[in-house]
């Protein structure tokens, strides 16, 4: 069924048909839809371009349209090319021949950009919420387990910091997350409605008027581009891409962390999967997962990208390929920050092991050549000595600290007693890390 045919003397081939439809994901925009075109007939209305009685029948119509959907009562179906001739021709099988007036002074081009503009904006708010509540328990996860472990570079055991202050980073990613999705929104945030296919139109209609009672700053100030611009889809689906790289990261330290190698937290079961044949297993599925699905969002990326790079102005059907690829990210960003949340809420960090992997990384030999340096040592000269004392250490089962003072003589003469309260670790944590928390 379709809204154009005038000018056909052949039918379409039911191959072409299916190849051409776009009802089966666009019906994700039914109530952005039916929100443009209230206003799109509220405006008609205001310029004259509509009567009232026309007016209200039509209204009338979405509004139970929009009603029996939401109820189940009417089933997003059937062969329609898209959400917009669903709905269009539904209205005019409810309410007759006045709703063929509903498509007046606008075209499915600048419809279905302002239907999904609507229905970013909005999930993009959604993300926002989702992301907020993920901070929210890497807070409580932190302050819950402010306890000193190994911080790391190149994998190796580098300095003392606390669990706290680790997981903490990851909240300050989340906030530039955030932020980036709220200058996404603040760009995008101009209304297409009103641009028709490509070049406006012969009524005078009011564009700031349907802009403003849609939520948008102001109309787009060029129709082409207004009709064509699918930049929000890939600013949105980038963010997206760098909230997923994010998870992966942390993901990749929550299975790290989980290995019987380092052993520093435990996933809780609600979380975990076991194996089918090694019953011993407990396995990290759900970090593996989020790791794995960054793949696909990134994927998205570089499908819709792609997609946009060719395409001479103004619409052109390539762009239909927009909203599977949008939607997807949509999907797998929110199930994964649902996921991280549940898992890092439930998550136990066995301070035990942290200790231990600290005292027998040697963590506090940067601080012990501070403490040279404090004395009068240069700080290179200071670094191989404390490099010779790791050695020593090393080959006598003993940490820095557990070294005799007379021991550490051998080394350099600079020692004093002061050097254990100067090398101990939440005192070089007060010097340190915890000199600069603001959270
Ligand atoms: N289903 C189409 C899309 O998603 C709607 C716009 C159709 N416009 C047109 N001129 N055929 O892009």
Redesign the pocket.
Known sequence: MKLWGGRFIDKESKLMEHFNS?LSF?KRLYSQDIKGSLVHVEMLLKCNILKEDEFVKITEGLISILEDIEKGKLHIKGDYE?I?SFIEMNLISRIGKVGKKLHTARS??DQ?AVDFKLYVKEKAEFVIRELKNLQSTIEKLGEENNIIMPGYTHLQRAQVVTFKYHIMAYYYMLERDIKRIKNSIDIMNESPLGCCALAGTTYNTDRDYTAIKLGFKSPVNNFMDGVSDRDFVIELISDFSIIMMHLSRLSEELILWSSKEFDFIEISEEFSTGSSIMPQKKNPDAAELIRGKTGRVYGDLMAILTTMKGIPLA?N?D??ED?ENYFDALDTVLACIKVMNGMLSTLRVKEENTIKAVKKGFLNATEAADYLVCKGMAFRDAHKVIGEIVLYGEENNKAIEELSLEELRRFSDLFGEDVYIFIDYENTLNRGIKKDIKK
Request: proline letters at 0%; zero cysteines.
């Open positions: 776009s666009d898209d917009h499915r081009n279905v619409y059907k762009m239909q909203k």
